[in-house]
């Protein structure tokens, strides 16, 4: 197939999406009557459309624009910003409530602010709908936010090496380590608690999370303290405005 043929093809292969699984993170008006939706999709990542006429009163898809409902949805377009053409349901609705909602308003902040656009994360969406699930039960609520942190900058490519430090030693349970964002963990004194270069803690609350074992009250205290660091050094100067909602519940 000629170069010219192959992007033909892909042209005409973006035109039109169909039947794709996707979840509605964040919606804002667009001029008099649409909106824009940030869509986390299976197969394309986080996709921006406009739903045209969905803040009308009569809108068939306004009902649709609900976070945590696993939709099919349906767009076309080539530039940044799609048309949104069809949603439809393709689960079972799933109610949080509650802490477990903010939470949920949580996972769709952490997205939109750290997903870059068109950018594939099979993956994340699959542990994305696990994790909605989880919280569902309303149990553990700290836990789960801190699995998904984690398995989140992970699967984007964000080095977060929890077994061995920076020499490519294995980490010992018993020492306390500083942990700095990009390169890991280093020996450290015995002192714990933020620093201007890192976090210090427990090599022991390093092997809990690669287990993904939080049962530990210092794991989970360390564990927080360690991925507010490095959601604060990758997000930038911008604070999530839901983690300042679950930090005034003092859980989370």
Known sequence: ?????????????????????????????????????????????????????????????????????????????KNELRTLHSLDWSAGLLLLQGEAMMCGFYLNELLLRLLPREDAHEDLFDYYTQTLQTLMTAKELANTLRKFELTMLQEMGYAVPLTHDENDLEIDPELTYCYEADYGAKLSGTSLGTHQNGVQLLGKTMVDMAQGDYRSARTQSQSKQLMRYLLAHYLGDKPLHTRQLLIDLQRF
Not at 41 to 54: E, I, L, P, T, Y
Request: hydrophobic letters at 40%.
């Open 1 to 77: 197939m000629s170069s010219l043929t192959t992007k033909r093809v892909t042209s005409q292969a973006i035109r039109r999406i169909d039947n794709q699984p996707v979840y509605v993170l964040h919606t804002y008006p667009f001029k008099e009557t649409s909106l824009v939706v940030e869509l986390f999709s299976k197969d394309f990542g986080r996709v921006a459309a406009v739903a045209k006429g969905a803040r009308r009163p009569r809108s068939a898809m306004r009902g649709m624009l609900q976070s945590f409902q696993t939709l099919s949805g349906a767009w076309s377009g």
